[in-house]
């Protein structure tokens, strides 16, 4: 299949190539331009520091205390940049239960990108946490596509689009425009899936059984023959 990867320049490469090595052909096409935005965390004493993102964990933290975080990717940055890592959840809403299994509210370090939803914070501060919020780095959204995606749309040059998270799908809709609904749309969560849904009536659309990327390319596996494309 010839699909289009909207994720930042760095992560598409990865997955472009982790693509091509199944037979497809990928169409880089990030919808958003990720640039730091040069604030500094102060030093603390905090009881943990957040991370949803592996974006916001970079070598030289001020901070010394455990990272809990979303994501082995997230976690793996962590231990990079010379954290412990004392927990990990598939996702911030359940990272969100994690933390508040324990009653004792506590003092933490969001480290976090500009644009996000503000669930985790909000849930933690409703149970009596003290959430310090540094927003480390911000995504910009593309303006357009270069002129040779745009015509491959148009002339149903694509078969299909990983999305990675709800803001991107909504993004990428407004780019797409009217080829939207022809397209098979690969969704790494069920909040991505129903954004598609929602965007420009999108009628094909395949969700991954985890959040993780593994679970995304077996997903294109699993359906590569359902929607006709030959294999050898």
Do not use: N
Not at 35 to 40: E, L, S
Not at 77 to 89: D, I, L, Q
Not at 97 to 103: I, W
Not at 118 to 129: H, I, Q, S, V
């Amino acid at each position: 299949m010839r699909l289009l990867v909207t994720r930042p320049v760095d992560e598409a490469a990865r997955t472009a190539a982790r693509l091509t090595a199944l037979g497809h052909e990928p169409v880089l096409a990030p919808v958003l331009d990720i640039a730091p935005t040069g604030a500094v965390a102060p030093a603390g004493p905090f009881d943990l520091v957040i991370a949803t993102s592996a974006r916001a964990l970079q070598p030289g933290c001020p901070v010394e205390a455990p990272l809990v975080c979303v994501g082995e990717k997230t976690a793996a940055a962590g231990r990079r940049a010379g954290f412990s890592v004392a927990a990990t959840a598939p996702d911030a809403e359940r990272l969100a239960d994690t933390l508040l299994k324990d009653a004792s509210p506590k003092t933490a370090l969001y480290l976090a990108g500009r644009e996000r939803r503000a669930d985790l914070e909000t849930r933690l501060r409703a149970a009596g946490w003290r959430v310090d919020l540094v927003e480390v780095y911000a995504a910009h959204p593309v303006s357009a596509w270069p002129r040779d995606i745009m015509s491959a749309l148009a002339e149903g040059g694509i078969d299909g689009i990983l999305h990675y998270s709800p803001r991107s799908a909504e993004l990428a809709a407004k780019l797409i425009g009217a080829a939207w609904p022809r397209l098979a749309h690969f969704c790494l969560s069920p909040a991505v899936a129903r954004i598609c849904a929602r965007c420009a009536g999108a009628i094909t659309i395949f969700t991954a059984s985890q959040p993780t990327e593994e679970c995304l390319m077996t997903l294109i596996g699993e359906h590569r023959a359902s929607l006709g494309v030959k294999t050898t």
